[in-house]
């Protein structure tokens, strides 16, 4: 090959794969944009439902894993148009390649049953929308302590969590055996008060469901509560002691906060009645 000939494919075939290279890059940044753009949009609204006190929309939570996964499958067919395209202009015989490709691909799929596995569970689980970015999970896997934690991101192969602790846990889509969804719908409370045996139990209720009349009251947490908490009466005796079981029904994955206030209040309501906290418990 001369310098004529090289000269002449770089102005036809050469430039053409660099006019390829550039779109492929192009298009892959149009897509980031468009998906941060909508991800934006989508965090947004959820933030505002958190500082509103609501529950998250579940749109809202399913279009941030469906824009990530769309995401990350535009942008490798992108590539892979691109690559193909090129070939053909580097004058690769592309049809003979397609029995090596068929074996290799063969080996290939073989050796990534797992993979494959991976990414059939995760596109059931965003089709089935079992769970979504932001929503508080738990995640059973097995021959292991499940995992727990909000979910950053799904895609088709992996889920991220992010535990209270703040790590960052990443888990195959194929290990999930079953998902304890803590965000959809509501949560329920349940906080157990011991209160002595010799003590008037029935009155001990009763300023149990004073505590729940008054906590459903105030504005700052009736907006987490979807009714007033109820006293339930003597869930179990122990040594010594009964413990008086207090319920109730919160927004999604607001347990935490509502059970602490629960308990705080309800020791200080029973010591301000005249309650000794139990003696007999070991």
Do not use: C
């Not at 894993?65 to 690559?83: K, M, N, P, S, Y």
């Not at 390649?97 to 074996?103: E, F, I, K, N, Q």
């Not at 979504?132 to 969590?161: K, W």
């Not at 079981?245 to 206030?261: D, G, H, Q, Y």
Request: proline share 4%; hydrophobic share 45%; net charge neutral.
């Amino acid at each position: 090959m001369n310098l004529d000939d090289v000269s002449r494919w770089a102005r036809s075939d050469g430039l053409q794969i660099i006019l390829l290279a550039i779109g492929a890059v192009l298009l892959t940044r149009l897509v980031h944009w468009l998906a941060g753009r909508s991800a934006t949009q989508a965090t947004t609204a959820a933030s505002a439902a958190v500082e509103a006190g609501v529950p998250i929309d579940e749109r809202d939570k399913r279009r941030q894993a469906l824009i990530q996964a769309v995401e990350r499958a535009v942008v490798g067919v992108v590539w892979f148009v691109a690559a193909f395209m090129t070939l053909v202009r580097l004058r690769v015989p592309v049809t003979s390649l397609v029995a090596p490709a068929t074996v290799a691909g063969l080996a290939i799929g073989f050796g990534a049953q797992r993979v494959v596995g991976d990414m059939l569970s995760g596109f059931f689980l965003l089709s089935e929308d079992q769970y979504g970015v932001g929503d508080v999970v738990q995640i059973a896997q097995p021959g292991q302590l499940s995992g727990e934690g909000s979910v950053e991101s799904v895609n088709l192969r992996t889920t991220r969590l992010r535990t209270t602790n703040g790590e960052l846990v990443v888990i195959p889509n194929g290990e999930i055996r079953q998902v304890t969804n803590r965000s959809r719908d509501w949560s329920r409370v349940a906080v157990d008060v011991p209160v002595e045996l010799e003590a008037d139990v029935d009155r001990a209720a009763d300023v149990l469901r004073e505590v729940g009349s008054g906590l459903v009251a105030e504005e700052g947490w009736s907006g987490l509560l979807l009714e007033a908490p109820t006293v339930a009466g003597v869930e179990s005796i122990e040594l010594g002691y009964a413990n008086l079981r207090i319920v109730a029904r919160t927004l999604p994955a607001r347990t935490p906060e509502v059970s602490r206030e629960l308990r705080r209040r309800a020791i200080g309501a029973l010591r301000t009645a005249g309650f000794t906290p139990p003696t007999g418990r070991s």
